[in-house]
């Protein structure tokens, strides 16, 4: 029996080593916040860490990922939010906590905004509580990774908060120049922006255009102005686009792979705008 004991217990030691091994090299991998989103967060309920009091107005911006990790443009799109709250007087909070998610938090906060966002990253409880936020009337802003996933657990994020499913980008060049179109008027996200542009970008293309079901479409890809492969949609190519999603107010932009696109004016313009927008600051619409 004690030679049995003894093997045994050599075979649990080896697979401990084993396990430390492995702990180890995704340590190494993906560093200690990937680590930590990837084998120890997972959608588990964490401490929420947000403040318990914010100015008002405030925005939350969420920038977990449980997909594709757009690495560059995270902490550039971070930067960038943390630089339009202090200059337009907004309570920040950035986190990738999504324990975050719940009604009394989400209260503290008048917009949501998806910074990459991708992967399964709620439990049922947190998909509920920021469902209700959102269709009860808080702001969501949402753009590139956040609406780039190719299959979605979550029905109603992809169907109707963003309202077009991802189906791909060109892969020969992956980022290519492309002619940008204005059509949303007077809408806050796009008002000043020249009547077009140039813009480089790996150029997202979805299942079928939300103005199918009323989405109201901001700007638009010209698809001869670069080469979409096998994922050309036609003459109705959005590129970014808002509704009401209940009493909610929902913006979308695909743009936004690379670092640089954060430094760019026009789409500073844009973000700028569209929060303003789902901050209920200027514009219309979702009363």
């Known amino acids: 029996m004690a030679g049995i004991s003894r093997a045994r217990l050599a ?28 084998y120890v967060d997972g959608v588990k309920l964490l401490a929420a860490t947000a403040p318990d009091e914010a100015e008002r107005p405030a ?17 550039a799109a971070n930067d960038l939010f943390a630089r339009f709250a202090r200059e337009q007087g907004w309570d920040y909070f950035q986190t990738e906590n999504a324990a975050n998610f719940t009604p009394e938090m989400l209260a503290r906060f008048d917009a949501v905004v998806f910074n990459n966002v991708s ?18 009337g808080g702001g969501f802003v949402g753009f590139h990774g956040s609406g780039g996933d190719n299959e979605y657990a979550w029905r109603w994020y992809v169907d109707e908060l963003i309202g077009a499913q991802f189906i791909g980008h060109p892969m020969a060049p992956q980022f290519q120049s492309g002619r940008l179109v204005p059509e949303g008027g007077d809408h806050p996200a796009t008002a ?5 542009w140039f813009w480089i970008d790996e150029f997202y293309s979805f ?6 079901k009323g989405y109201d479409i901001l700007l638009t890809i010209d698809e001869e102005s670069y080469a979409p492969e096998r994922l050309a949609m036609g003459s109705d190519h959005p590129m970014a686009w808002w509704h009401c999603q209940g009493g909610g107010r929902a913006f979308y932009s695909a743009l936004g792979h690379r670092p640089e696109s954060y430094t760019e004016p026009e789409y500073q313009a844009m973000l700028l705008g569209a929060t303003r927008w789902a901050l209920r600051l200027e514009g219309n619409g979702c009363e």
């Open 119 to 136: 992967g399964d990253v709620f439990t049922p409880q947190q998909r509920e509580a920021f469902r209700a936020y959102v269709e009860g």
């Open 59 to 75: 925005i939350l911006v969420f920038s977990k990922t449980r997909g594709y990790r757009h690495d560059d443009a995270i902490p």
């Open 192 to 196: 000043g922006l020249p009547p077009h």
């Open 207 to 212: 299942e079928a255009s939300p103005r199918a």
């Open 11 to 38: 075979r649990a030691l080896d697979l401990v080593t084993v396990f430390a091994l492995a702990a180890i090299v995704a340590l190494v991998a993906f560093g200690w916040s990937g680590f930590q989103r990837y």
